[in-house]
């Protein structure tokens, strides 16, 4: 099952916080996340496994908490650069089949 | 370099044509995928390919086909029996089949 992803756009302007929800219904071993300027390809950003991590990479980190079976993606300080569509993608926690990305968020910052 | 090429850039369809988008990794992955995306959609699976000369379909692959002869290549055709094929077309490729999956830089297909 597609995993479901909140908000699906958000607008804020360049220095403020957003948080990008994704939301599973089935038990995950992974979660992959990815940014994709428009126009372009989605890039890999982090994958978190089970195990209830958070990972940083600089103002963008993200944490997975198995046990609801959802993952946030934290933007601190927000730069322009950070505007695109983020996808998240999911992976069984039976580790039988292929990551299955949610619908995307739309970013949009202002200056 | 490693990574993965999708050629053309940007493809022109006629009505009634087939076409074929190419996908080449050097990565030495063993799954490969094709996606389609409309404009402000997210990502739609096509295909597949687990290993070489096995593939899937995904959610979307009435009016594609697909081939998997080689670890390194696998080419997407847009039969004529698709009769909205305006996209952008974006392949992947992972080490095995959970694992990351890495993109390519996309074709555009435009139908003229």
């Known amino acids: 099952q597609q995993p479901v992803q909140s908000p699906q756009a958000v607008i804020l302007r360049e220095g403020e916080d957003a948080v990008i929800n994704c939301s599973s219904s089935?038990?995950?071993?992974?979660v992959h996340w990815y940014r994709q300027k428009h126009g372009e390809a989605p890039v890999f950003l982090m994958i978190l496994l089970k195990g209830g991590e958070q990972k940083g990479h600089d103002k963008i980190s993200a944490s997975f908490n198995e046990k609801k079976q959802q993952s946030s993606l934290y933007l601190t300080a927000s730069q322009l650069s950070y505007s695109g569509t983020y996808f998240c993608?999911?992976?069984?926690?039976?580790?039988?089949?292929?990551?299955?990305f949610g619908k995307g968020t739309r970013l949009h910052i202002l200056p | 370099d490693g990574g993965i090429t999708q050629s053309p850039k940007y493809l022109f369809r006629k009505e009634g044509q087939n076409v074929t988008l190419s996908c080449e990794q050097n990565?030495?992955?063993?799954?490969m995928y094709w996606y389609r995306q409309d404009p402000g959609q997210g990502l739609r699976l096509i295909y597949y390919s687990q290993i070489v000369n096995d593939f899937q379909k995904g959610d979307i692959a009435e009016g594609y086909s697909v081939s998997r002869e080689k670890k390194e290549s696998f080419p997407l055709t847009v039969t004529s029996a698709q009769k909205n094929p305006t996209a952008f077309y974006l392949c992947?490729?992972?080490?095995?089949?959970?694992?990351?999956?890495?993109f390519g830089p996309g074709t555009r297909l435009l139908v003229l």
């Open positions: 089935k038990a995950l071993y992974s």
């Open positions: 992947a490729s992972s080490r095995e089949l959970q694992e990351t999956q890495y």
């Open positions: 993608g999911t992976e069984s926690a039976h580790r039988d089949d292929k990551i299955i």
């Open positions: 990565l030495n992955h063993d799954a």
